[in-house]
């Protein structure tokens, strides 16, 4: 047994009480050997990381992206959804290479250690290019193929759906097990309803986790209403797509008979509150959805619609907006926020990460307390959602490996990872535009 002490720091607890602990790590299985209080056993361990001055918190989850839309970042904004798609970002998108899509995973996961957050859901093309760039740096991820059916004939669409289904079953457990997958229809209103009825059962049949959009924009869910007589959500439990291990994305325009259908069905939103104000999409009703017990996740989204990948701007900006859409300067509290990033988007995409305790998964980051902003300490709960940001984090370890050390990555080569990306995505424009 290898073993790794984060030793020294004050440590955020499941309960979110904050206790002065070390934390200890089993480096060979990925897990949480203890959290030992000061004065007890501390045996020496193999390998140590200080958190002298810091606060050690589970590793954020970033639960709902496309990562490497990093490519697109600052291409194209100010655009409401469905223009900023079909005039901007699907043309792009159609000159995508698989090369690139591996350039702008790695920049996105060089991103997302550099901010604390040890695993993601993704859904994009060329997906085994994800799971190698998660591969190399050492994350977690819970990735899937991205399938269209719009625009597409009748065998492609198919195709689409079969390519779906093929990443998924093919690539689950990859990377020592870091690696899960869902198949992921894009949206109810970009996947036709045969394609959804022929292929969620079969997804459902082989026990494999289905990830989508839904309720996103008003101008979704309107035609969805006129065209089925029912909330979009409805007709997607019709097809099954509500399941305990199903999550979904936005949730915006969701009514009460959606929430207390999510609930029954444990199926998790993903909230995206950057995006959402960015594309002008709405509000989601987050604490009315938690009110019901529904589990509500983080998500960013893609870089190109919020624009960074730092989950410490989405638990803000989730905090602020929640308010804002309940009118009620108590709701999506601080200690709630906190719950999302952490154990809510584990929750979701079913890891046993987002909590410190034994036996959990040995991931997390380690925030620098000793700074202007995160002073004086009344609350770290507080300061977590309010005053953190993703720079303030020294260490992140994942399946009980440092991905970052003293703000170091140690698995992925940051300049030539900067450097590739801007070279890719320039090559990508031009093609593009030319
Ligand atoms: N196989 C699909 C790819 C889907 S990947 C996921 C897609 O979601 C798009 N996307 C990014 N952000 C959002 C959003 O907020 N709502 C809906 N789609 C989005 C993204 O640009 C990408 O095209 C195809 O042939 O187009
Ligand atoms: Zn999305």
Known sequence: ???????????????????????????????????????????????????????????????????AMTLLRGYADDKPLDAWLQEDIWPVEAELTAEDVRAGARLGILEMIRSGTTAFADMYFFMPEVVAAVEES?????????????????????????????????????????????????????????YLRE?????????????????????????????????????????????????LAHGVHTDRTEHELLAERDTAVIHCPASNMKLASGMAPVQAMRDRGVTVGLGTDGAASNNDLSLFDEM????????????????????????????????????????????????????????????????????????????????TVCDGQVLMRDRTVQTLDEQAVLADARERAQALIDRAES
């Open 199 to 247: 292929y969620v059962p079969e997804a459902r049949e082989a026990g494999i986790p289905i990830h989508f959009h839904a309720n996103e924009t008003a101008g979704e869910v309107d035609p969805l209403v006129a065209d089925h007589d029912e909330r979009p959500l409805e007709y997607a439990d019709d097809i099954g797509m509500l399941a305990d291990t199903s999550f």
């Open 138 to 194: 050492g994350m977690r991820a819970l990735l899937g193929y991205g399938a269209i059916t719009v625009g597409n004939d009748d065998e492609a669409a198919h195709q689409e759906m079969r390519d779906g289904l093929d990443f998924a079953e093919g690539y689950d457990g990859a990377a020592d097990g870091r690696v899960s997958t869902a198949f992921m229809p894009h949206s109810l209103t970009t996947v036709g309803e045969d």
């Open 316 to 395: 803000r900006d989730a905090a602020m907006l929640g308010k804002l859409a309940a009118d009620d300067a108590s709701a999506v509290a601080a200690d709630a926020v906190v719950e999302m990033a952490t154990q809510g988007g584990a929750e979701a995409l079913g890891l046993a990460s987002g909590r410190l305790e034994a036996g959990a998964n040995a991931d997390l980051a380690v925030l620098d307390l000793d700074q202007p902003h995160l002073t004086p300490d009344h609350d770290l709960v507080s300061h977590l959602t309010y005053a953190a940001s993703g720079s303030d984090v020294r260490h």
């Open 1 to 67: 047994m290898t073993t790794l002490r984060i030793a020294d720091g004050r440590v955020l607890r499941p309960d979110h009480t904050v206790e002065r602990a070390d934390v200890l790590v089993d480096q060979a299985s990925g897990e949480i050997l203890a959290v030992e209080p000061e004065g007890e056993g501390r045996a020496s361990a193999d390998d140590r990381l200080d958190a002298e001055g810091s606060l050690v918190i589970p590793g954020l989850v970033n639960a709902h992206t496309h990562v």
